[in-house]
Antibody
Framework: EVQVLESGGGLVQPGGSLRLSCETS????????LNWVRQAPGKGLEWVST???????YYAEPVRGRFTMSRDLSKSTVFLQMNSLRADDTAVYYC?????????WGQGTLVTVSS | QSALTQPPSASGSPGQSVTISCTGT?????????VSWYQQHPGKAPKLIIY???KRPSGVPDRFSGSKSGNTASLTVSGLQADDEADYYC?????????FGGGTKLTVL
């Protein structure tokens, strides 16, 4: 059974940093793509970033240059390092498996950027 | 990377069918067949219900079906049930990025 579990969310001041983690199991991590997708309160889904099986990474325009996605093969875990956080980064951040579509999602971790 | 366009709301009575549209561009929907649909109940994570335009993951009822014509993809829910009331999002591969629609709130009357 595929499992995806996010952690690391919390309250951070504008301009601050936060690192999210996504622990996975139940599939071949080394040959799979993972994504971060966020959802602001009361809003829709927004794609944030993707990491492929060759560590190739892609980012949405609003986060490019501020967010960095990486992975640890030994722990089957992906990370999202978020710097220079802004109020409009406030959202539930979901980790989801898949390249062309997201077939398995975690329950999300809430990031709140506020002073 | 503009979001795909969905109607904000849709509704139908139990047993009826409802279709939700999702309009994109040649850079996403019409450029390939990697269109997907997700169902999200309040407070829950999204769930994949359609991938590759019209394929259903194991366990998804055949009451859910997908199609595509040109720049527009569609999700049809047949035989509406109370539990179908949820938010529905379309998604598309838009190389090298991904994009979602704004979401449609489906109400079962």
């Amino acid at each position: 059974e595929v499992q995806v579990l996010e952690s690391g969310g919390g309250l951070v001041q504008p301009g601050g940093s936060l690192r999210l983690s996504c622990e996975t199991s139940g599939f071949t991590f080394s040959s799979s793509a993972l994504n971060w997708v966020r959802q602001a309160p009361g809003k829709g889904l927004e794609w944030v970033s993707t990491i492929g099986d060759r560590d190739n990474t892609y980012y949405a325009e609003p986060v490019r240059g501020r967010f960095t996605m990486s992975r640890d093969l030994s722990k089957s875990t992906v990370f999202l390092q978020m710097n220079s956080l802004r109020a409009d980064d406030t959202a539930v951040y979901y980790c989801a498996k898949g390249w062309f579509w997201a077939d398995s999602w975690g329950q999300g971790t809430l990031v709140t950027v506020s002073s | 990377q503009s979001a795909l366009t969905q109607p904000p709301s849709a509704s139908g009575s139990p047993g009826q069918s409802v279709t939700i549209s999702c309009t994109g561009t040649s850079s996403d929907i019409s450029g390939h067949n990697y269109v997907s649909w997700y169902q999200q109940h309040p407070g829950k994570a999204p769930k994949l219900i359609i991938y590759e335009v019209s394929k259903r993951p194991s366990g998804v009822p055949d009451r859910f079906s997908g199609s595509k014509s040109g720049n527009t993809a569609s999700l049809t829910v047949s035989g509406l049930q109370a539990d179908d009331e949820a938010d529905y999002y379309c998604g598309s591969y838009a190389p090298p990025h991904r994009v979602f629609g704004g979401g449609t709130k489906l109400t079962v009357l």
